[in-house]
């Protein structure tokens, strides 16, 4: 059968004769006009058709898909489609995208000369990861005349993964490399020294540290040497991922756990590109998807890989249960960076103790994040009795949060505390200045 519609032009068509017809009541003169005009409609309408379904294989299109998508980002669709018809010709692109996405009104149309091809791309952004399936690809054809469409169906299944976001990680790989990130303006971590690592020894040129010159070298050689050393490399980095039922708020489309995951594959990167070993685990009640640190070609995939299909669950996530795995697991002074969140000085002092434990062999950051609604109210200007009461009881709430930041120093834990669209940022910049520091 074929694939026949009917355009509203043919509606409009219909309708004034129609209207022909409704006025030759009135006026019996125009009864022969209406016919004719009824006649004639049809006539068009039958070589419409002859034009549009005669040939075969008159229209061809092709969805190019890309091989996964990024979580939370702009992913970009492109679909390329050929008139083949000995005539121009108008269609009407309806894709079948994603139940996920909930985009019933997708229709894109474009105009096609003879022979030619037009190339075009829409874009989607994936609020959860995982499988992401596509349904068929419609391409509704229709002549210059445009009483009817016929309907071209390609690809009918296609499905695309969709993983923690990586679209931006040669730009934090970019800014990384200079030390430096935007984040409401510039913000530039200063070298404080030097780490332990000796690369190599050079001659003085002009610039370089007067203290790090090697007296030695320099009575053997009788010219001025220096000392050149670099980042210590093939440190142990671990992040640990609370995927407990905190960690399920939702923040512009993506929940805490989504940030987490996000930030956790641009850190990775990072790492991976300065040379030390990235490894992580999440844990809820009980430790999984864990991938050893390394710095090997493919750790970024085998990350990507474990990190991909990750759902939050509702349970109260134990810390008792982290520390023996972390305890078990990391048998070497690591970097350790634990995505959670804390709401209120009570919930982390049920946990500091194991909190101490990890701080005891490792250098433990704790990342945990601001409450976007929460500094939109502090933020505001209060005008009725209701909104004063809102913004004292939002104050309240983040006194207590700068209180768990107390409270974490006080034990030589370190902490980043940050909106979860500053994340990515955030985590990378406190990795690079414990590098600079030399403090791991």
């Known amino acids: 059968m074929k694939k026949l519609y009917i355009n509203t032009r043919f509606f409009f068509a219909l309708i004034g004769v129609g209207m ?11 009864m022969i006009l209406g016919h004719s005009a009824l006649l004639l409609m049809f006539f068009v309408v039958f070589v419409d058709y002859l034009l549009v379904f005669r040939p075969k294989d008159a229209v061809s299109a092709q969805r190019i898909l890309p091989e996964k998508m990024s979580n939370g980002d702009e992913n970009f669709i492109k679909i390329d489609i050929k008139n083949n018809y000995l005539f121009k010709i108008y269609v009407k692109v309806i894709d079948e995208i994603p139940f996920q996405f909930q985009k019933r009104d997708f229709l894109i149309t474009k105009e096609i000369r003879s022979g030619k091809n037009v190339f075009f791309q829409y874009s989607l952004e994936p609020k959860d990861r995982g499988e ?5 690809l419609n391409v509704y054809a229709s002549s210059p005349v445009g009483f009817i469409s016929r309907r071209f169906i390609f690809q009918k ?3 695309l993964v969709c993983y923690p976001s990586f679209i931006h990680l040669r730009k934090y790989e970019l800014m990384a490399l200079q030390n430096e990130f935007l984040l409401g303006g510039i913000k530039k971590i200063r070298k404080l020294g030097h780490t332990m690592e000796f690369e190599q020894i050079k001659e003085y040129v002009p610039g370089d540290d007067v203290r790090t010159i090697n007296w030695k070298a320099t009575s053997k050689t009788s010219r001025l040497m220096v000392n050149q050393f670099q980042d210590e490399k093939a440190q142990r980095i671990f992040m640990l991922i609370d995927k ?8 512009n489309g993506l929940s805490l756990l989504d940030y987490s995951i996000n930030a956790t594959m641009a850190l990775s990167h990072i790492i991976l590109k300065k040379g030390d070993r990235a490894g992580m685990m999440t844990f809820s009640k009980k430790a999984e998807n864990k991938v050893a640190a390394d710095n090997k070609s493919g750790q970024l995939r085998k990350i990507s890989e474990a990190l991909y299909n990750i759902k939050t669950d509702f349970f109260e996530s134990d810390f008792n249960r982290l520390y023996q795995d972390v305890k078990y697991s990391l048998n070497q002074r690591s970097l350790v960076l634990l995505f ?8 982390l002092n049920r946990q500091m103790k194991y909190l101490r434990g990890i701080a005891k062999n490792h250098l433990l950051v704790v990342v945990f994040f601001k409450n976007t609604e929460v500094q939109k109210i502090i933020h505001s200007n209060p005008e009725s009795m209701q909104e004063i009461y809102d913004e004292i009881i939002a104050e309240k709430f983040e006194f207590e949060k700068k209180l768990i930041i107390q409270e974490l120093r006080k034990y030589g834990i370190y902490s980043v505390y940050t909106l979860p669209e500053n994340l990515n940022v955030e985590v990378i910049n406190k990795y690079l200045e414990i590098k600079a520091r030399g403090i791991l």
């Open 20 to 30: 022909l017809y409704i006025l030759a009541f009135f006026f019996p003169f125009l």
């Open 132 to 136: 992401y399936n596509f349904g068929a």
């Open 157 to 159: 299944d296609a499905s």
């Open 244 to 251: 407990g039922r905190t960690m399920k708020m939702p923040f």
């Open 340 to 347: 959670t969140n804390f709401e209120t000085l009570d919930g």
